[in-house]
């Protein structure tokens, strides 16, 4: 497996305002991801953060409300931009695909940013 | 299109009791299936995998079945503990490399 950092692991935040979230692994890997999870949901994907290249977004999430960076294969950034109350959620980034990882189909979560916009 | 559905929750249980966690799937072609844990207050964990048909993944006692023909992959443990207590997502991944599906999670609380 690998390990896997977020910061800030919590913020309150006012709307309008916007927080980016960092994402570090301690090795290199193929696949980072980003996730939310509203309280009491599910995981729904927000992006794959591509190495090198633009993100790509599932539908309904756009690149200005969810801008992510991934300069290399061991980080990455989801910044949550103009927040509002909707936005309060976790945000996880994922990962997998690397020399670390047991096999292709192994994908490991960081410990979430908890985000609460007031 | 590819999604997983769970059996709703809470499930509340005694300690030591036998547990069941309906985990159905629907997807094109032969996905990997996962179990993920989180307790309270933590991150997600991987718990098992099942990457083909009839694979059994196990992990801490907990069990799941990869059944094609039933599209099903239920969660299973035969005797749970306090420390069990945490949702449960049921995941599928269409192919190596691309993001996870979930479930919508089930919420498991077991007394003493």
């Known amino acids: 497996s690998a390990v896997i950092s977020q910061k800030p692991s919590r913020d309150i935040c006012q709307r309008g305002t916007s927080l980016t979230i960092q994402c570090q692994v301690d090795?290199?890997?193929?696949?980072m991801f980003w996730y939310r999870q509203q309280p009491g949901q599910s995981l729904t994907l927000i992006a794959t953060?591509?190495?090198?290249?633009?993100?790509?977004?599932e539908s309904g999430f756009v690149i200005d409300k969810f801008p992510i960076s991934r300069p290399n294969l061991t980080f990455s950034t989801l910044t949550v931009s103009n927040m509002s109350p909707e936005d309060s959620s976790i945000y996880l980034c994922?990962?997998?695909?690397?020399?670390?990882?047991?096999?292709?189909?192994?994908?490991?979560f960081g410990p979430g940013t908890r985000l609460t916009v007031t | 299109g590819n999604s997983v559905t769970q059996m709703e929750g809470p499930v509340t249980l005694s300690e030591e009791a036998f547990l069941t966690i309906n985990c159905t799937y629907t997807?094109?072609?032969?996905?990997?299936l996962f179990w993920y844990v989180q307790y309270p207050g933590e991150g997600l964990q991987l718990l098992l995998k099942?990457?083909?048909?009839?694979d059994k993944g196990s992990n801490k006692g907990f069990e799941a079945t990869y059944r094609k023909e039933t599209t099903s992959f239920h969660l299973e443990k035969g005797s749970v503990q306090v420390s069990d207590s945490a949702v449960y997502f049921c995941?599928?991944?269409?192919?190596?490399?691309?993001?996870?599906?979930f479930g919508k999670g089930t919420t498991l609380s077991v007394s003493s």
């Open positions: 994922s990962v997998g695909g690397g020399e670390n990882f047991a096999g292709a189909y192994e994908q490991y």
């Open positions: 090795s290199q890997v193929t696949m």
């Open positions: 953060a591509n190495q090198g290249s633009e993100a790509t977004y």
């Open positions: 997807a094109t072609g032969y996905p990997s």
């Open positions: 099942a990457t083909k048909a009839d």
């Open positions: 995941a599928l991944e269409t192919q190596a490399g691309t993001a996870l599906i």
